[in-house]
């Protein structure tokens, strides 16, 4: 026995340097040189022929004053507040889901990772086809010129954006409520506690979940672009990544304070992160074992599951049914948005012009073919890296290693798209690079390597919850029996996580087709993908066409879920559908 | 049975690969193809991809590669590819970005082809003969809605834009994210400051006093054409200062009760193309091809055919050549104005930002 100890050490210690290393490249060429090439434009412009200065704080002023010091305040407040509002409501919803009898509760989580995949801006633009003035509400009848008004300022941002930041916040806590059993509330109930005192013993034990969910909703509204630009720009509302994106829109471009600006965005992620951080590895949150029992559902009165299934229903109308609804008929109506005492003018002119339109050579169908390739890639090897760097992340031995990989993983959620694609110009276009290394610029790798780098940080915060519940001795004990390490990991993780992994394949999927600012700035010359081509119409006031456009790759990618759906269930065991946690089904 | 289940399952999942990977191999393959120089046109001309296509149809053995995108980002990426570029043409609407682009030695010089450029063709080609103008359109076009307010109601100069009876009746694009709307207030404060040379403090200051007076009188700002021109369907204003291309285009369209006026006078923005001076000889020998082709009779048509109801609306800058729709007036019946972009290119930032603090979020 001494010896077979003595043996393995050493192995361990070489092996475990090794892993981390080759993590770290990763990391190192996906994210931080690209977006360090960035930043450093902060303080150095002349590093990348920006400017004269090889070191000035003057744009630090630049940034932090007039509007554009107002847009980062608006953006801290703005995202606190969604933050806070999305994980109580995420809370509150996981419950009701998984622990009463309320009405649909195997429809709910299909429609929370519906409205997952809704960009924001798609959100925005249909509210506001609805609302607008001749927009679809008044073409319906329906006067809506009084919430038109409301929607166009803060309440509307926030509205949108708590929508937009509820799916993760929902999916990370009701992981947590999952694996939590009703023996938990049951022992607090047996030794006194009442309903409030419950809640204080079982809310620290999904502790993690809701200071991750905190932390991720918090970090995606501040790079949230979606919004910024559609709605707060339109009710004269700066935020900060508007103000970032205005910065770098003239000629010419001032890099430096939109690197400030990233920096700010970046900097204020760290405080959530570092409170969950301590908070995680103070102790373990394993619950998830082979003894996890049955939850048993609190039983709602008739009047009450109604009323309580209304209000979870009105939740998924307001970010799902009515841009949705929108969006279709926007698509279908001539006169959207044009003054008129006459009916709603329907046609499918716009459909007609979505594959023979009439900007010549503006169709969508290769586009739509190749957004789908490279989608399919960058959900795969996003997936496969996710799931690698949330162990890592979860790892309750966890050093300083992985805990900068936490911080440079969550912080990556707050760079906003156009800051990572320009970083990759910087870097990636480097003489020395081209010369010398490879010449990967305005190619489809490189594309797709962004791509994969900003779905990667939210990817794994989605997987660490998940990972981090499943407890080391179910490998352990197939290891024990005999099982090779390969086949311990097939036999207990894989199956305990292949859900989760595929909806978040499919996640990264939807997002990478319907992903723009990335795709403008890198798309190989002459191989537009979709999100360019349908961003060309909107922006050449060919609004109809874009929106029907907008309908089509929607449908598509709705498509695309519903076949690996199916494929899912006719590939794996049985038994991998039942168990383990995906959102759906609870 | 079992070991029959799992052969099925393993086939199934082994014949999914297959096809998955035989589906991603155009994606790849054609990764690996860019190899050897190329020419590469930055463009945001909504008939570029009929031009491109048009020339690489006749120009067999060099292929012509497009990166298509609006003006903005068009220049962000050629600002961050600095002195390693991959651009190879630029060719967008304005002036001011060439002449920045000129002055930093960015572009090749000498490339105006031997045509038969008019009056306004001439007045746009700089000096040095840096870039070239491939069409015509008017930024601050006086575009309105003829159902609401009629031809003879409307306002006959730029200073009674501001008269009180206008009060919330006018809209604007935001500089920042239109390209064409800086050229226009550049033009307005060359305009306005009655700007001829030397310092451009004062005919600033007379651009920034009219437009605070436009914006006390209700200007109503959007970020592009699309919405600036959806808030006069919708009747939130009546007339609006943009491109006259997009007027034109939304006339043939969505809204037939649209019209195009020109107050005096309105400033030319002429479509622009430039070569990159940094590029190898070979591809510069190349660019200079397709500009020439540009000023062809077949570009031309190229051009006015790409984009019928959008970017096609231009005037060509050639004599002979006429509009490709009947709904553009005569150039000559257009007041137009030229700015010198290489005194105005400087400021956009400058001004841009003023814009932003003081017009749209003051």
């Given amino acids: 026995m001494t010896t077979v100890e003595v043996a393995e050490a050493p192995s361990r210690r070489l092996r475990v340097p090794w892993s981390g290393g080759v993590l770290w490249v990763i990391l190192g060429l996906l994210i931080v040189a690209p977006v360090l090439s960035f930043l450093l434009l902060a303080t150095s412009p002349r590093l990348f022929g920006q400017g004269r200065e090889l070191f000035t704080l003057r ?21 606190l507040v969604v933050a806070v509002t999305s994980v109580t409501m995420a809370t509150t919803l996981a419950w009701l889901i998984q622990r009463t009898n309320i009405y649909g509760r195997r429809l709910w989580p299909m429609l929370m990772w519906l409205l997952f995949l809704v960009p ?22 329906l006067s809506t010129r009084w919430l038109y008004g409301e929607f166009l300022g803060p309440f509307g941002i926030i509205v949108v954006l708590t929508i937009a930041s509820l799916p993760f916040a929902y999916f990370v806590v009701s992981a947590g409520l999952l694996g939590l059993g009703s023996e938990y509330e049951d022992a ?11 809640l204080r013993t079982v809310l620290p034990m999904v502790a993690p979940a809701l200071l991750s969910a905190f932390a991720i909703s918090f970090a995606e509204t501040m790079s949230d672009f979606g919004v910024p630009f559609t709605l707060a720009y339109h009710s004269h509302f700066p935020m900060a990544t508007y103000t970032l994106f205005a910065s770098i829109s003239n000629y010419p471009a001032n890099f430096s304070v939109a690197a400030v600006i990233a920096l700010v965005l970046i900097l204020t992620t760290i405080p959530p992160i570092v409170l969950q951080a301590r908070v995680t590895r103070r102790r373990s949150y394993a619950i998830i074992s082979g003894r996890a029992r049955e939850v048993r559902r609190r039983e709602f009165s008739r009047l009450a599951r109604v009323v309580v299934s209304a209000s979870v229903a009105l939740v998924f109308v307001i970010g799902l049914g009515v841009p949705i609804a929108g969006a279709v008929l926007g698509s279908f109506m001539r006169n959207l948005g044009i003054f008129s005492s006459g009916p709603l003018h329907l046609s499918s002119v716009y459909y007609h012009q979505v594959f023979a339109p009439s900007i010549v050579g503006k169709g969508l169908s290769a586009p739509l073919l190749l957004s789908n390739q490279i989608a399919l890639v960058a959900a795969t090897a996003t997936a496969a890296l996710a799931f690698v760097f949330a162990r890592r992340l979860m790892s309750r031995s966890a050093g300083w290693s992985q805990r900068l990989t936490d911080v440079l993983l969550v912080g990556s959620v707050a760079v906003p798209g156009v800051v990572l694609g320009v970083g990759y110009v910087f870097f990636y276009n480097l003489s020395f690079i081209t010369n010398h290394v490879i010449n990967l610029y305005k190619t489809l790798p490189l594309l797709v390597l962004a791509l994969v780098a900003t779905s990667l940080p939210g990817q794994t915060r989605f997987l660490a919850g998940p990972v981090s519940q499943i407890q080391p001795s179910l490998s352990e004990a197939a290891r024990v029996h005999g099982a090779p390490r390969w086949r311990a990991w097939r036999t207990t993780t894989l199956p305990l996580i292949s859900r989760v992994m595929l909806w978040g394949w499919l996640l990264t999927f939807a997002k990478t087709i319907a992903e723009l600012p990335i795709s403008q700035i890198l798309y190989p010359p002459s191989q537009e993908p979709l999100s360019v081509t349908i961003q060309a ?23 695309v879920i519903f076949v690996a759906l199916g494929l899912y269930r006719v590939v794996t065991p049985r038994g991998w559908q039942r168990i383990g946690w995906s959102g759906v089904g609870a | 049975m079992q070991i029959t289940h799992t ?14 990977s035989a589906w991603l191999v155009p994606a790849v393959s054609s990764a ?6 190329t020419l590469v046109v930055y463009s945001a001309q909504g008939y570029d991809k009929a031009a491109v296509a048009a020339f690489n149809a006749t120009h067999p053995g060099f292929s012509v590669t497009l990166n298509d995108n609006s003006t903005g980002p068009l220049l962000q990426q050629i600002q961050a590819e600095g002195h390693n570029p991959k651009w190879g043409v630029l060719w967008v609407d304005g002036a001011t970005a060439f002449a920045a682009l000129d002055r930093q030695g960015y572009l090749a010089k000498g490339i105006v082809p031997k045509a038969n450029f008019n009056a306004v063709g001439k007045a746009n080609i700089p000096a040095d003969g840096s870039y070239v103008p491939t069409g015509l359109t008017a930024t601050g076009a006086l575009v309105y809605d003829s159902a609401q307010i009629s031809a ?6 730029w200073a009674q834009l501001t008269a009180a009876k206008y009060k919330g009746m006018v809209g604007m694009n935001d500089p920042t994210q239109s390209g064409p709307t800086y050229p226009l207030i550049a033009g307005l404060m060359n305009y306005l400051g009655h700007y001829s040379k030397g310092s451009t403090a004062a005919a600033v200051k007379a651009g920034e006093a009219f437009l605070t007076k436009l914006k006390a009188n209700g200007l109503v700002i959007n970020a592009t054409n699309g919405p600036t021109i959806g808030a006069i369907q919708s009747h939130t204003i009546k007339m609006a ?14 809204l037939p009760s649209l019209r195009v006026a020109y107050l005096n006078p309105a400033i030319a923005l002429p479509g622009v193309v430039g070569i990159d001076g940094l590029m190898p000889k070979t591809v510069r020998a190349e660019a200079q091809k397709f500009v020439n082709w540009l000023l062809s009779p077949a570009g031309q048509h190229a051009m006015q055919t790409g984009d019928p109801q959008g970017d096609s609306l231009f005037w060509p800058v050639l004599n002979g050549e006429k509009p490709a729709n009947k709904v553009l007036p005569p150039l000559s019946s257009v007041p137009m104005m030229t700015i010198n972009p290489y005194v105005w290119g400087p400021l956009e930032n400058t001004v841009n930002t003023w814009f932003t603090n003081n017009i749209n979020n003051g």
Wanted: charged content about 5%.
């Fill in chain 2, 152 to 157: 003879a109601q409307l306002p006959k100069t």
């Fill in chain 1, 537 to 559: 119409y909107l922006g050449n006031f060919q609004l109809g066409t874009g929106t029907a456009m907008t309908v089509v790759g929607l449908v598509e990618i709705f498509g």
């Fill in chain 1, 188 to 198: 607090a109930r047996i030794h006194g506690a009442g309903r409030a005192g419950t």
């Fill in chain 2, 7 to 20: 052969m099925k399952r393993a086939t199934l999942v082994g014949a999914l690969l297959a096809a998955t």
């Fill in chain 2, 32 to 37: 690996g193809a860019a190899t050897g120089p």
């Fill in chain 1, 120 to 141: 924001t801006w798609m959100m925005t633009l249909s509210w506001v086809d609805v609302l607008q003035p001749y927009g679809s509400a008044s073409a319906l009848g």
């Fill in chain 2, 241 to 254: 200062i943009i491109q006259s291309s997009a007027g034109y285009g939304q006339e043939l369209t969505t």
């Fill in chain 1, 59 to 79: 744009y630090v002023s630049q940034a932090l004053s007039g509007v554009t010091g107002q847009g980062v305040f608006n953006s801290l407040w703005v995202s």
